[in-house]
Every structure is written in structure tokens, then in C-alpha cells.
């Protein structure tokens, strides 16, 4: 199976639910490859500190870039799963991967930078149904507030916003924004290494969701 982790905005939380993806389906016992197929690296970066730090499971990693579907095809065939860190914009990486891909999960903030640009890839999801038919296409709350006085509220206003597209899904999973997720990524960890149990228990329910 191949999932994108991409949308349109940068700082959205891609590499980030990415990498804490192919952590916890490892831990599971699959054969995870993740693909960083964005020009920062984050992703080979994270994954590098992994490696030297010995950590377990043992993650695959993959570098690629520009037309990255036949790449992806040949990992499918390899692995039970391929985790896809693609850069916050409309890239070439994006659109090529999408298009071999049975899954698109879209991060994004409850901020309105972030859901305009939901518009765009709304376009790109029609487009890109032409070739890919069952693609899906999830949207995935991500660094929500943890404050009681705004968290009911942004959540519903995520979700009406989201509800206004009608090629998109949106998941009930949610991350929210603790200092956990940062903490890990210096130590090529996940959060589900770190001890956190309000994460842990937030990207188990994103896998037991979507995977």
C-alpha cells in the first residue's frame, strides 16, 4: 500500500505524521519502506539519526525525487507499506506519487493560511482521479489546540471548512500540538518511543483509522 503524506502548506506536520507512520506500523510487525521525496530532507535526516542511534524497528528509507511513480510501483511490490514524505507545495513528487497511490493523507491546521489551500488541492484530487480512480483522499487535523476554552470550537470550524470539498474525507483521528512530537524527531524517534500517551494513543488511532 502507498500513502502520500502531502498537502499545500509547509509547516503542516507531513514529516512528522510520516515518520511516526512508518514507526508504528513497523512496530507491528510490516515491512516499511518511507519515501523522502522532498527536497529539505527531513525525513533522510530523522532517519539518519535513526540508524546511528540503533534504534528498532528498523525503518527503510528511500531517497527520490521529480517523477517518483515508478519508484513507488517497484517499492509496492517490496513492502507492505510506503510511507511518502513529499514537500508542502504542488510538486512534481506530489502529483506522480498520487497518482500510483491508494491513499493521500493531507495534514493541516485549523488556521485559515492552511485550509486555503485546500481549494488547490481539491484540483489537483479531480485531475488526478482521472488516472487514479480510488484514490482517497484524507484530511487530517493536525497540531490542534490543546486548550479546553478553543479546542470544541476549532475542531467544528475544521470540519465545516473541510465539508465544503466534496472529494475529501476527514478523519476523526487528530493530533494535537505537544511538545512530544518535536522533542522526537532530533533523535530519529517516534512518539511512540517517547512515552507520551496522549500521542501514542493519537497516531495509533490515525493507523487503526486509515490503515
Avoid at 533523535?187 to 512515552?195: P, T
Wanted: aromatic residues 6%.
Amino acid at each position: 500500500m502507498i500513502a502520500i503524506v502531502g498537502c499545500n502548506k509547509g509547516g503542516a506536520g507531513k514529516t512528522t505524521t510520516a515518520t511516526n507512520l512508518a514507526v508504528g506500523l513497523a512496530a507491528k510487525g510490516k515491512d516499511v519502506c518511507l519515501v523522502d521525496a522532498d527536497p529539505q530532507r527531513s525525513a533522510a535526516r530523522w532517519h539518519q539519526d535513526r540508524e546511528e542511534a540503533g534504534h528498532n524497528p528498523i525503518i527503510t528509507l528511500v531517497e527520490k525525487r521529480d517523477n517518483i511513480s515508478q519508484t513507488l510501483r517497484t517499492l509496492d511490490e517490496k513492502f507492505d507499506y510506503v510511507i511518502v514524505d513529499v514537500a508542502g507545495r504542488n510538486s512534481r513528487e506530489m502529483i506522480t506519487g498520487a497518482a500510483v497511490a491508494q491513499v493521500i493523507i493531507a495534514p493541516h491546521q485549523a488556521s485559515q493560511l492552511d485550509l486555503d489551500t485546500l481549494a488547490e488541492l481539491q484540483q489537483q484530487t479531480v485531475r488526478i482521479r482521472d488516472l487514479n480512480p480510488d484514490l482517497k483522499v484524507f484530511i487530517y487535523h493536525a497540531m490542534a489546540s490543546t486548550n479546553p476554552s478553543v479546542k470544541e470550537t476549532e475542531r467544528r470550524e475544521f470540519l465545516e471548512y473541510v465539508s465544503q470539498f466534496e472529494e475529501f474525507q476527514p478523519l476523526e483521528s487528530i493530533s494535537y500540538y505537544r511538545k512530544a512530537y518535536k522533542d522526537v524527531i532530533p533523535v530519529g524517534q517516534s512518539v511512540l518511543e517517547y512515552g507520551n500517551e496522549q500521542a501514542i494513543q493519537e497516531v495509533q488511532a490515525l493507523i487503526a483509522e486509515v490503515f
